[in-house]
C-alpha cells in the first residue's frame, strides 16, 4: 500500500485571478499559504478483479468507465492505470469548506498512483497535470492555486501567465515575521459548507463577457496581491489586515452568494472585538472566516460566546508527500 499526504491552504491575497477566464486576460497572481491539515490518498492492488474506491461512499465497479467518482474515474483514465486498484480519502476536513479541498485531492490522487507504479513527477508536473484534470477533463470552474500550493506546500506566489504558465515562488520574508503571521490567523467555521462551482462559474460566465465591474474587481485585487507582497517584505500585520479588509470588501461585490447576513455579522463580531481584518477563506458563501489579530487571546476568549468551532493549524513547508510503502 502506498500512502499520500497532500496540505490543504489558506488563501492570503489574489483569489480569483487565477481562473483561466482572467488569467488569459490580465495574468494572474495568488499569494497562499499550505496548513498542516490534510487529505490522505491511499492506493492498493485489489485481490479481486475490481475497482474498490472509499470516500464519502463506498463504490465497487469492475471497469474505470462505470466509476461514478468523476475525479478518481478521469484521474485513472488519465494515468492509464493497468490494474484493479483500491483507492481510500480520508480528509481532516470536510469538502466545501474553501479550503482548496478539491484541488488537493487531485494532488494526492495523482501523487500516489505515480509513486504506486514507481513514476516520480516533479511538483511542477503534480500540479499542472491536476489543473488539466480539474480544469480541462473535468471542466469544473477552477483555479490553478489550489494544485500548486498543494502540490509545493509553503507559503508561495503564484504567478500565472496568460498562456497559462504557471510559476510558484517562495514569498521572501522574515522568519520572526513568518512566525508572527503564523500565530496571527485565527479561523473559524461558519457552520456552512457550499459548492464553490456556483460562484466561481458565475464569475467565468461574467468575465468570459468581458464584465466591466468584475474584471475591475479581479485588478483590484491582483493590486492587493502585489500590495500585499510589499507588505510582508516590510513585516507590518496591520498593514496586511487593511488589505484584507479591502479585499473582502470588493470579493463581496463580484457574486450575491459570496456572503449572507449571518456571515456579515460574524465579521463585524470578530472586527469590533480584537481582530484587525477578516475575510472569508475560498470561493465564499461558507466554511471558515479568517481572522488577523495581535491579541490572539482576547479575540479567541471573545469568540466562544458564538460556540464556532476553531481550526487550529500552523503552516505546512512539506507539500504533498508520500507517507509509506508497505
Known sequence: MFLCRSPLRISIAGGGTDLPSYYKLKGGLVISAAINKYIYVSVN??????????????EKRKTISSIKHNAIRETMNFLNVPDYLEISSISDVPAGTGLGSSGTF????????NSFY??????????????????????????????FISSYGGLK??????NGKTRAEDLKISQDFSQELDE?????????????KKILGEQEKKTKKRNKELIESLDFVKDIANETISVFKSGSIEDYASLMNEHWNYKMKRSKNMSSN?????????????????????????????????????????????????????????????????
Not at 516520480?120 to 500540479?127: C, F, G, I, K, T
Not at 488539466?132 to 477533463?137: A, F, N, P, S, T
Open 184 to 196: 496571527s490567523f485565527l479561523t473559524y467555521f461558519t457552520g456552512y459548507t457550499r459548492q464553490s
Open 118 to 147: 514507481n513514476k516520480n513527477l516533479s511538483r511542477y508536473e503534480l500540479a499542472d497535470n491536476a489543473c488539466k484534470i480539474e480544469m480541462e477533463i473535468l471542466k469544473e470552474p477552477s483555479g490553478k492555486q489550489d494544485p
Open 262 to 326: 449571518s456571515i456579515n455579522n460574524l465579521i463585524e463580531y470578530g472586527l469590533k472585538n480584537g481582530a484587525l481584518g477578516a475575510k472569508l477563506i475560498g470561493a465564499g458563501g461558507g466554511g471558515f472566516v479568517l481572522f488577523i489579530t495581535k491579541d490572539k487571546l482576547k479575540l479567541r476568549s471573545k469568540m466562544k460566546n458564538l460556540k464556532l468551532q476553531e481550526l487550529k493549524y500552523n503552516f505546512d513547508y512539506d507539500g504533498s508527500v508520500i507517507l509509506g510503502r508497505n
Open 45 to 58: 492492488k485489489t485481490w479481486k478483479k475490481s475497482f474498490l474506491l472509499k470516500y464519502s461512499e463506498i
Open 157 to 162: 506566489i503564484i504567478k500565472i501567465s496568460k
Open 106 to 113: 487531485l494532488v494526492g490522487l495523482i501523487n500516489v498512483i
